[in-house]
């Protein structure tokens, strides 16, 4: 399998300019490949919990004549978390924190697509816990290969932070000995591969 990296300026361009037929195509996410993970410092920053998501879907319709036509939605499944320890991962389940009962996924749906220098931003709908923002999701095109035909397979990474009591989760979280043990902001981090893409 031939994997070939460009900047994500030469990968927009060749997305818009190959010599196939216009159209639209619609990726899934390889998730063999791809890594949606998040990290949030505790104790003032002394140390950094790591975790990530295992199960979710990443839907992505391209639009080659112009990809700011095009859009993402995400879901989650919150009870995929996965943070190394069975314990720590059975708490974020907890009504105090996601409360994966009631609140099942979190999902991102994009409203629109917009160049931003030489990448790009995702701004859509971001639910979690309930709570519903518009947020804007910045994105890196980092590679392209046509592994079928002419449809493409691309590679894309994006990196936002987002405070965890705007959407409840935590809020009356109290540590026995250490006070403002967790921080408020948590990053997140993605990066995805995509499958071979179908054309509608």
């Known amino acids: 399998m031939r994997w070939h990296k ?21 990726f899934e996410v390889e998730k063999n490949h791809s890594t949606l993970g998040f990290a949030i410092s505790i ?50 389940q907890k009504p105090i924190f996601f409360d994966t ?7 991102f749906i994009s409203t629109s697509i917009e160049r931003s220098g030489k990448n790009y931003i995702a701004t859509g709908e971001f639910t979690m816990k309930g709570v519903t923002r518009t947020i804007q999701l910045p994105f ?9 035909g002419d449809n493409p397979v691309i590679g894309f990474s994006t990196a936002i ?6 959407y409840g989760v935590g809020n009356d979280f109290v540590h026995r000995t250490i ?8 990053q997140i981090k993605i990066d995805m591969w995509t499958r071979v893409g179908k054309r509608q």
């Open 140 to 148: 890196v095109l980092k590679g392209l290969d046509r592994l079928s």
């Open 101 to 107: 009962v009631n609140y099942r996924e979190i999902t």
């Open 6 to 26: 460009f900047s994500g300026a030469v990968v927009a361009i060749l997305l818009l300019t190959q010599p196939v037929s216009a159209g639209t195509i619609v």
């Open 179 to 186: 006070p403002f043990f967790l921080a408020n902001e948590v």
């Open 43 to 92: 104790a003032g920053g002394m140390s950094k919990v790591r975790g990530q998501f295992s199960d979710y879907s990443v839907r992505i319709v391209l639009n080659e004549d112009d990809i700011t036509n095009s859009s993402v939605e995400v879901r989650i499944q919150v009870i995929s978390i996965n943070t190394g320890i069975k314990g720590r991962d059975a708490d974020l």
């Open 161 to 166: 932070t987002v405070n965890r009591l705007e």
